[in-house]
RNA sequence: CGGGGUGUGGCGCAGUUGGUUAGCGUGCUUGACUGGGGGUCAAGAGGUCGCGAGUUCGAGUCUCGCCACUCCGACCA
């Protein structure tokens, strides 16, 4: 299935889209922009689901669901949102279709014109904002802790699969609070919580800060994000968490009375990650041989493959095998054993390893005699022949060490790429020549930002909470009191 | 949206200055032998040469338009 497959070194994007058409997770479409995800990566997305869920759950968030389409006068209520993203809305203008006169095909029936205009929702807080509006009257009804699980439409101009697409899937939760303080303080919360999904179950280290004024989500005071290094040296924004302050409350005339009687608009937040996460998966922990799967997330956790010759062997190893298989869904490790006789152990092998399973389990006549099974794990590609007794308390510590592995080979690789430059000079001659992340003294102000992202396209990912230091900026040498974290971006 | 590249069986590619019946690898089907890292042999199936016009006696090949993918810019999760 994958020979001839591209190496990092030699093309690192067409590796990794070689890796996601070739490992089945997901394929271009029909619809320009738009990517079919299949079985296969579609079970990585239920799994970062079900993981997030919980966690939004445990942080007392209910999910519900909001409409695609948003009336067109909406949007232009916030002022900086639109224009943040006006530029690439999916707008809806007929309901209905005819058949041509002309005899060619269906078109769009002129007189089926929307007296307004509908937005495919690339984002849902003019519509969500409207709907709370009539959800608060007092500081009884709050906070409302909201989250969705939905669809959004951004036009973009570039697509890759996963990382950049027309349409894509994410969770947007949106919260309304009476106080300033305790909207931030959600703020932070879910960026810690996406903190801990991204270093827990992505097995991918994260830093977290906050976006410069460049960088901040249209409509927003302040965005929080974590910030992935990928393989290439790249960074690559992996979650953001809002505070909008009482932006959209002023837009959309949500308030309440509180204790005081009196009048006030709440204060917001959002936040959201996306299908997105399963590139940064994708280009965290896989290698030249394929997709390397965090047990955590992995469709399949253990493959098992027979080896035999007749059809007497194979009923042998079954049985054998039958009551392991049973112990290991017992603990809730998602197994399969792969007893088709359409295709050889040799393929199998390849198959599973470039589909990052990360513990392959062989068993054949040989082993059968000594009672023994040969474990293979993805991440490190090491096998070794090991006692059958015993096997699933094996497997199961083995796949919290594969796990715990992935993520200290990648915190290994983030504390290598990353440095500090005190010079203009250094900076530029780190991002040729080294990539990742640079830190870097920075005046703080948008004119220097944007100085610097045009001349080196590095962008400043994000102010770092701690690390005080004084300095001076590398661009403007004027001074500075911390580093902040530059790099190349998806 | 601007600039470059690519588009030929499912996938990856070759196809000469335009010339007959469009090839190769892989995959697919059937059978036999096989089976501890992508097996071997044999026989088969499979193509509107991205789409549409044009030039020509003749177009996969030349011209124009469009579409898709891809890389580089502007934009973004």
Redesign the pocket.
Known sequence: ?????SSREENY??WY?ELVVKADLAE?SAV??CMVIKPYGYAIWEKMQAALDKMFKDTGHSNAYFPLFIPKSFFSREADHVE?FA??CAVVTHYRLKKDPNGNGIVVDDEAKLEEELIVRPTSETIIWDTYKNWIQSYRDLPVLINQWANVV?W??????F????E?LWQEGHTAHATEQEAIEETIQMMNVYAEFAENWLAMPVLKGVKSPN?R?AGALDTYCIEALMQDGKAL?AG?SHFLGQNFAKAFGVQYLNKENKLTYVWATSW?V???LIGALIMTHSDD?GLVLPPKLAPIQVVIIP????EEQLIQISEKIEPIIHKLREKGIAVKYDNR?TY????K???Y??KGVPI?L???????ENGT??I?RRDT?E?EIIPIEGITENIEYLLAEIQKNLFDKALAFRTQNTFKADTWEEFKDMLENKKGFILAHWDGTAETEQKIK?ET?ATIRLIPFDGDEEGQCIYSGKPSKKRVVFAL??
């Not at 299935?1 to 497959?5: E, I, Q, W």
């Not at 973009?156 to 699969?161: A, G, I």
Request: proline fraction near 3%.
């Open positions: 299935m994958a020979k001839d497959f994007s067409q889209n271009n320009r922009g943040g530029k690439e951004r973009e101009m570039r697509t890759r699969l990382l950049r697409t027309a894509f960088e989500f924004q953001t959201g996306s299908t997105r041989h080896i035999y010759k007749k006789d050889k152990p040799g393929w092998f390849n198959e390893e470039f392959r062989a068993i054949g006549p040989r082993d059968l099974v040969e293979a590609l096998k045009e396209k971006s998806y």
